[in-house]
């Protein structure tokens, strides 16, 4: 009887001590994750949310950081160039539980990109452009032109970008169809007119007035790309125009 009394004792105090305890909190965590391009003189960026640093990222070793929080925290994403005040990005956020939001930040002072760029579907039989109009040598006054398109063939493509500008602060986007089949398909060239003579515009005096712009490669169909159009390897009194195409 005295075992069975103990046994009922200890039952009843277990029962109480567990009735009494409180359950665990459940604590919930979201991520961001902030994938910085390695665009051309991008440099190192600085990440804050509000006043606190996340990190430092540098384009060429890492192109992406991840950063967990507790759920319901909030504030300001803002983004730097290293250690300046000078502002890339920045947006409100939200930790969302068990949830990543991604951010794809980009800056480039001679493509003149700086923000947050959008991760853009294009077909696979499709590219999708953005050009830069970067041409500046004091020999070169073309302030606004329009870029006529031809095929590998020399063939006009039938397509036009009417009023290209030198520091376009919202240049277009424009989408290209593949050219022919197959694993090379054609590539893409460009004559530029200058707006103000109606005249396409030559490399010299008596040179020729057709540029490379897409090569005939599969690698760039299915993608966004930027296209810086040129003059930056231009002698003191020579043309030098080229198109420089950063994929992303």
């Known amino acids: 009887m005295q075992k069975i009394g103990l046994f009922v004792i200890l039952v009843v105090i277990l029962f109480s001590a567990c009735s009494k305890g409180k359950a665990p909190e459940e604590h919930y965590f979201g991520a961001i994750k902030v994938t910085y391009l390695n665009l051309p003189d991008a440099g190192k960026a600085d990440i804050f949310l509000g006043t606190e640093k996340l990190g430092q990222i540098d384009p060429e070793a890492a192109d992406n950081l991840d950063f967990m929080f507790p759920a319901g925290k909030s504030g300001v994403l803002k983004i730097y160039k290293a250690g300046t005040t000078s502002l890339i990005a920045d947006t409100n956020i939200a930790i969302a539980a068990n949830k990543t939001q991604q951010f794809r930040v980009g800056y480039s002072e001679s493509l003149q990109i700086k923000g947050f760029i959008s991760d853009v ?126 994929v992303l």
């Open 121 to 246: 579907n294009v077909p696979a039989d499709s590219i999708r452009i953005q050009f830069i109009y970067n041409v500046r040598k004091p020999f070169n006054p073309y302030p606004e032109v329009d870029v006529h398109l031809y095929t590998l063939f020399m063939e006009d493509a039938g397509i036009v970008i009417k009023g290209l500008k030198l520091n376009d602060a919202n240049p277009k986007v424009w989408t290209f169809p593949k050219l022919g089949e197959g694993d090379n398909p054609p590539g893409y060239f460009f004559k530029l007119k200058d707006v103000k003579t109606g005249e396409f515009i030559k490399q010299t005096a008596d040179g020729g007035d057709m540029f490379p712009l897409i090569a005939g490669t599969p690698d760039y169909y299915g993608h966004y790309l930027f296209v810086n159009i040129n003059d930056d390897q231009g002698e003191e009194t020579e043309n030098y125009i080229t198109a420089t195409i950063t």
